[in-house]
């Protein structure tokens, strides 16, 4: 497998993260995991208008892409039944898997920072 496996997430991050282009969800991932990659995906940006997301590392072995993620928004819309604080978040850490075959995401599973996200949004310790 070549570095496109790699290109597959960095395109998956501008175009669906960055430049909130959804219909390219359909493009990347297969479309048995497309609808539920957009479930998540796509709340996450109502939640944040603004999010911005930076390829901190990406690193190749075989068919899976482990990504390094740092990523930073505005609270603009209700998130994990917190209603929009107005307040930004900024770098938080992100860690992806990705396995990818024959061009498309097979699977994905990360890890978020969200603790770090709930106290730079102030909300560390309230009940939605």
Same mark, same amino acid.
């Not at 282009?21 to 479930?39: C, K």
């Not at 944040?48 to 997301?53: I, Y």
């Not at 307040?87 to 992100?94: D, G, I, K, L, Q």
């Not at 599973?109 to 939605?128: C, I, N, Y």
């Given at each position: 497998m ?6 597959l997430?960095?395109?998956l991050v $501008?175009?669906?993260?960055? @430049?909130r282009?959804? @219909? ?6 297969? %479309?048995?995991?497309? %609808?539920?990659?957009? $479930?998540w995906?796509? %709340? ?7 999010? @911005? ?6 690193? =190749?072995e ?24 107005g ?8 860690v ?8 498309r995401?097979?699977?994905a ?10 106290? =730079? ?8």
């Open positions: 070549t570095s496109d496996a790699k290109d997430v960095t395109r $501008r175009k669906v993260m960055v @430049e282009r959804l @219909e390219v969800v359909d493009e990347v991932y297969t %479309p048995r995991l497309a %609808p539920a990659a957009r $479930r995906i796509e %709340p996450f940006l109502v939640s944040f208008s603004d999010v @911005e997301m930076r390829i901190v590392q990406l690193v =190749q075989d068919d899976v892409v482990v990504g390094r993620f740092a990523c930073s928004g505005t609270h603009t819309g209700e998130w994990m039944g917190h209603p929009p604080t307040r930004r978040f900024s770098e938080v850490a992100e992806y898997f990705f396995r990818v075959s024959d061009g995401i097979t699977s599973w990360g890890l978020e920072d969200t603790a770090e996200r709930l106290r =730079q949004l102030g909300l560390a310790g309230v009940e939605p």
